[in-house]
Each structure stands twice: as C-alpha cells, then as structure tokens.
Nanobody
C-alpha cells in the first residue's frame, strides 16, 4: 500500500489550499482514509476522515466549516479542501488509510489507521 500526499505550500491567513492523497494497493470500497496534522512540538492530531463505503465524513471541531474532505473513486484519491486558513493550521499534514470498517467515532484516532503517507507541509503566514 502506498499513499502519496501532495498540495501543501505557503499561504496567507484566510487563503485556501487543497491537499491530495493518492492511494494504491488498497481494496477500495472498504475502510476509510483520514487526514491528520502535526505541528512542531505537538502530537499528531486528527483533521478529517471519510469512509470509502457510504462516504460518511467526520471532522475535528477546529476545522469544521472550513475544511472539506472528498474523494475521487476513479483516481483513488482523497482530498481535503482547506479554506479560511489560520496560522494555527500550520503543520505537516499526513494522510492515513485503514481497510477496517470501523465505527465513525474511531476514525479520529491515529491508531485506527494502518497505512500512512509521507507528509506535506502547510504553512499559513499571519
């Protein structure tokens, strides 16, 4: 299984970015993919997740209303559209995947994910 995250960059406060996570080697239609982030000196924290089956989503409170997770089944890719970015959104963003059909409440935990991609840096300047 390989996950390739991309789309990070430098943006001003209030700006937007769209991150992509291209997946290969997964059995699509089961499990979920999620986005996490890790700022310097902080623990990795949950951002958003989306199930492959049914497509239900869940978000961290800190990004609700600003970030939107979506998928393109044909491209085996999950996206997170990030709007109204704030300096506190600055972090390395990672995508993770699980083939397990976990209940939604468990998708916010990093331990629920079995595969991880390399991160992509997002920097929001004030």
């Amino acid at each position: 299984v390989q996950l390739q995250a991309s789309g990070g960059g430098l943006v001003q406060t209030g700006g937007s970015l769209r991150l992509s996570c291209a997946a290969s080697g997964l059995t699509f239609g089961t499990g979920a993919m999620g986005w996490f982030r890790q700022a310097p000196g902080k623990k990795r924290e949950f951002v958003a997740a989306k199930r492959w089956s049914g497509g239900s989503t869940t978000y961290a409170d800190s990004v609700k209303g600003r970030f939107t997770i979506s998928r393109d089944n044909a491209k085996n890719t999950v996206y997170v559209q990030m709007n109204s970015l704030k300096p506190e959104d600055t972090a390395v963003y990672y995508c993770g995947a699980t083939q397990r059909n976990l209940i939604t409440s468990l998708l916010g935990g990093a331990g629920s994910y079995d595969y991880w991609g390399l991160g992509t840096q997002v920097t929001v300047s004030s």
